[in-house]
């Protein structure tokens, strides 16, 4: 499998914790989506993925975008450890989860939507990720054990990790979430969630390595 990312994409970070979980072994191809004007943007990548978006996924034959989409195709080649449950109820609760973190809160402070706002880019994306995360509070305090869903990582928790380091990067007061606060520090101890991190990429710069 070859793997286009960026060391900072969180959707990125995603399929990469997956394939650090599932023991998938992969070649990275770095995407940068900042330098030269955004690396996504070249002819080259725009054949590979017409969204010109990072992750992409070369696997068994085919190429895959969108990181949901990734994820659900490694968890029906390589069940093991499973990230969706068994439990039909909790299953889409992670599903729940997984999209409301991917649909509702990632999109809204993404790279392309702040290059729009100018000098208002902090503020807004500090809107975005706090109104996404009190419903999220409310959401895990019925759905948590040890982590979003229950004792068994899913899904939904690939989505959560990211999505707080972008949180700490634009700086959102953490204080107010400590459901996600708990479960974000738990999944940060498990190996494949350090592996994957954007300190410890292939093109993760030299000043911001773990």
């Excluded at 990720?129 to 004792?151: H, K, M, P, W």
């Amino acid at each position: 499998p070859i793997l286009y990312s960026y060391f900072r994409s969180s959707c990125s970070w995603r399929v990469r914790i997956a394939l650090a979980l599932k023991g998938i072994s992969y070649d990275l191809v770095p995407v940068n989506l900042i330098k030269d004007g955004g690396q996504q943007f070249s002819a080259e990548f725009k054949a590979l993925n017409p969204m010109q978006q990072v992750p992409a996924l070369k696997i068994d034959g085919i190429t895959l975008s969108q990181s949901l989409a990734i994820i659900n195709y490694l968890e029906e080649t390589h069940p093991n450890p499973r990230l969706l449950p068994q439990d039909p109820k909790k299953r889409a609760q992670v599903r729940m989860i997984a999209d409301h973190i991917a649909s509702g809160i990632q999109p809204l402070q993404n790279l392309s939507v702040l290059k729009q706002m100018g000098e208002k880019k902090m503020e807004w994306a500090q809107n975005c990720i706090t109104s996404g995360f009190q419903a999220l509070e409310q959401i895990l305090q019925n759905t948590a054990g040890r982590y979003c869903v229950g004792d068994e990582v899913s899904m939904a928790d690939l989505c959560l990790v990211p999505q707080v380091a972008n949180a700490e990067r634009f700086k959102v007061d953490m204080g107010p979430y400590p459901t996600i606060t708990r479960i974000n520090k738990a999944l940060l101890e498990l190996e494949a969630f350090k592996i994957s991190h954007p300190s410890r990429q292939p093109d993760t710069p030299a000043e911001l390595r773990a």
